[in-house]
């Protein structure tokens, strides 16, 4: 099936600093959802986007809706030691099945 | 509120023995509802959907087979587990509608020794 092209695939980080990452597609989509993996535990949803430039805020994250809605976005400001994990994208059109991105994995230096 | 149960949360199987996955859905109807294996290294790739009650697609031809006998509950089953079969089995529910979503359960962690 097809993956979303996520990147940077890995980064490390001082803490304190900005991250950004972005997820792309060939295809469009009518939906864009951003999660937070830890170890050993399921994904975890942290933000949903509906509509094409859309900007949307959890905290201390940003994510934006691609006005081409063929991409995303998803900025972390101010990074802290619990920000560590994998970030995926997930885009969803018509049908039953969601497209995930490969994952970000964020490391946080203290 | 929603919550998904999944389990066991670990499994340490020898190959060639049975395997059943259970996952659960509280606080919703009619989901639709999926099984994901993650390999290490990631990717989520999408082994069964289902729709409804008894209504089950699959994505991968594979050695495992998925069953809904009950509104929320979903079950991944193998005959006989092979080597290759090892990994985090994701169960995820979808809320339909304008604000389509997709939440996971805890996961379930197998190994095939």
């Known amino acids: 099936g097809q993956q979303l092209n996520q990147s940077p695939q890995s980064m490390f980080i001082q803490e304190g600093e900005d991250v950004s990452m972005n997820c792309t597609s060939s295809s469009i989509f009518n939906t864009w959802l951003w999660y937070k993996q830890d170890p050993g535990e399921g994904p975890v949803l942290l933000i949903a986007?509906?509509?094409?430039?859309e900007l949307t805020s959890n905290g201390r994250l940003t994510a934006q809706f691609g006005i081409t809605r063929k991409d995303s976005f998803l900025n972390i400001s101010a990074s802290i030691p619990s920000d560590v994990g994998i970030y995926f994208c997930?885009?969803?059109?018509?049908?039953?099945?969601?497209?995930f991105g490969t994952g970000t994995s964020l490391t946080v230096i203290p | 509120s929603q919550t998904i149960h999944q389990w066991p949360a670990t499994l340490v199987q020898p190959v060639g023995s049975p395997l059943s996955l259970e996952c659960t859905v509280e606080?919703?109807?009619?989901?639709?509802l999926y099984w994901y294996r993650q390999a290490a290294g990631r990717g989520l790739q999408l082994l069964f959907y289902s729709v409804g009650i008894g209504q089950i697609s699959s994505e991968v031809p594979q050695n495992l087979s998925a069953s809904r006998p009950q509104d929320r509950q979903f079950i991944l089953s193998s005959k006989k587990l092979l080597l290759s079969d090892s990994g985090f089995y994701l169960c995820?529910?979808?809320?339909?509608?304008?604000?389509?979503?997709?939440?996971f359960g805890p996961g379930t962690r197998l190994t095939v020794l």
């Open positions: 606080g919703t109807s009619n989901p639709n």
């Open positions: 997930a885009g969803y059109w018509v049908g039953n099945q969601f497209y």
């Open positions: 995820a529910w979808r809320l339909t509608g304008p604000t389509d979503t997709q939440y």
């Open positions: 986007l509906y509509k094409a430039g």
